[in-house]
């Protein structure tokens, strides 16, 4: 990890190098990450583009004991997702002692939310994929100061119980949730040749 808070990484090789990392390639040792870094990150997602500069991210960061907190919001969730109830006690105590163990694996979890503001002349939709640029913005730079990440959603964040749990403000859309932490082995990746998803109209 790199606390240099200019990039130490080109933009090229941050692109190329970007993996979603599962949890079974971090690093067995997590150090904190600095809480600066992580203002870096979101400063990095913050300038990303949206129509009329609408600025529609939200973001929720949960680190130290905050990861609990989460980790109790999101298995309420999953248990909701999962139809169960109060009779089923036992199952809903799993899921989250299981939620707990998954929160300490990074030290570092963003929610990431949508807002469309009060009055907008832009469909909704222009803010999700605002937002989503922002979390590809924050990714690289994760890359770039030598941190893995994976943007997430499951049922429990994209539950619509979720974002009110955790506190976002009133007509926060779930976009996705954002881990960040130590890589013990980056892994390779895959894409197909883009040639077969491209058009190219030459006259
Ligand atoms: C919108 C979105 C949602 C995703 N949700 C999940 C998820 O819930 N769980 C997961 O393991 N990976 C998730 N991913 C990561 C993808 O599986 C991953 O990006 C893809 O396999 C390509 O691998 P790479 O990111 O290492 O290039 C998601 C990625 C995106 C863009």
């Known amino acids: 990890m790199s606390t240099d808070l200019h990039s130490p990484l080109d933009t090229a090789t941050a692109i190329r190098t970007r993996r979603s990392v599962p949890f079974g390639r971090l690093s067995a040792e997590q150090p904190e990450i600095p809480e600066a870094l992580v203002w ?3 400063e990095a997602a913050h300038w990303a583009p949206s129509h009329g500069n609408t600025q529609p991210w939200r973001f929720g ?3 130290g004991a905050g990861r609990a907190r989460l980790a109790e ?3 309420t969730s ?3 997702h999962k ?3 109060d009779a089923n006690a036992e199952a809903v105590a799993e ?5 707990q163990a998954t929160q300490a694996q990074a030290p570092v979890w963003i929610v990431v939310a949508a807002k469309t503001p009060a009055i907008t002349k832009f469909p909704p939709q222009e803010e999700d994929w605002a937002t989503a640029a922002a979390i590809q913005n924050l990714l690289l730079a994760a890359r770039a100061h030598g941190l893995g990440s994976k943007w997430m959603t499951n049922a429990a964040v994209m539950h619509p119980a979720t974002l009110p749990a ?3 403000e009133e007509g926060c859309r779930p976009i ?3 881990y960040l932490a130590q890589v013990d082995e980056w892994p390779e990746g895959r894409r197909d040749p883009v040639a077969g998803q491209v058009m190219w109209v030459r006259e």
């Open 40 to 42: 870096t990150l979101l």
């Open 61 to 63: 960061v949960f680190t």
């Open 73 to 75: 919001v999101l298995a």
């Open 78 to 80: 999953m248990a909701a």
């Open 83 to 85: 139809g169960l109830t």
């Open 95 to 99: 899921l989250h002692a299981a939620q």
């Open 166 to 168: 955790l506190g976002f």
């Open 176 to 178: 996705g949730l954002v």
